[in-house]
């Protein structure tokens, strides 16, 4: 299903199942909507599971950026729209997470739960964001995804997964290949440009959760306890044996703790 936003930019939209509350997931940076495969199919035995490719991914367009993460906090907005959903719960991996909060600012009325995955409030340090800025420039002047792929793919899993499970490393680098260049540069510059959003954590009266991986070379374990912490009704989940991509890692405990969610 493709989506046309105000601009006529086109958002391409999987939707599964047709009953119980709808779940919007939202993948991260460098990966496609793929990467939620396995949660899919599970949870839309019971619920309407929504599942978009951010501008710049797969099949939507690639439009001039930077993408600011409330431009595709809107995308989500137009998508639910076009769907005739309400209320939604949102579930974001990392920079689906950041897009997921933006949405949460912007659109608080029309959210029922959120997930973060892997995911943080705060706003990039000047070094991050420059570390962004560079690396959206090596992408564009390869003109290919690999320095992106070089530069993420050996931090997403758990050392025991990389040593163990190459299978699943080879599948982050297959989702990553199908992002154009030119829409991952904007993704990254969107990224580095983003507000932090701590500040309206601790008026969001909705369930939250936050899954984090054991072994994450990215997010700590304490980090994502404090993001926990920092909303009213939030939890953490940890993945012992995962690290930035637990939907791969350990995809039955990210299942698990989505529906555990939905449920409340």
């Known amino acids: 299903m493709q989506v046309f936003a105000d601009d006529g930019a086109c958002v391409d939209v999987r939707v599964d199942g047709s009953d119980g509350v709808a779940i919007v997931l939202i993948a991260g940076f460098p990966l496609t909507r793929d990467v939620w495969n396995s949660q899919a199919d599970a949870l839309s035995q019971r619920h309407r599971v929504v599942r978009p490719d951010l501008l710049g991914i797969g099949e939507s367009s690639v439009p001039d950026g930077p993408y600011l993460m409330e431009r595709l906090a809107s995308d989500i907005a137009t998508v639910l729209d076009a769907l005739g959903i309400e209320r939604a719960a949102l579930a974001g991996h990392s920079l689906g997470g950041y897009v997921a909060l933006a949405f949460a600012r912007m659109f608080t009325e029309r959210l029922s739960h959120l997930a973060l995955v892997c995911s943080r409030l705060a706003a990039d340090s000047p070094e991050q964001a420059a570390a962004r800025r560079e690396l959206a420039g090596r992408i564009e002047l390869a003109e290919s995804m690999q320095p992106a ?56 009266n909705v369930p939250v959760l936050v899954v984090a991986g054991g072994g994450d070379a990215v997010i700590s374990v304490e980090e994502a306890r404090a993001v926990a912490g920092a909303f009213p009704r939030g939890r953490l989940v940890v993945c012992e044996n995962s690290g930035h991509l637990p939907m791969l890692e350990e995809p039955g405990k990210v299942t698990g703790a989505l529906a555990a969610l939905l449920s409340e």
């Open 149 to 204: 792929i070089d530069a993420y793919v050996p931090r997403l899993t758990a050392r025991r997964t990389a040593a163990e499970r190459p299978d699943v490393v080879t599948r982050a680098c297959e989702l990553a290949a199908r992002i154009e260049p030119r829409g991952a540069a904007a993704l990254l510059r969107g990224m580095a440009m983003r507000s932090a959003a701590g500040d309206f954590a601790p008026d969001l």
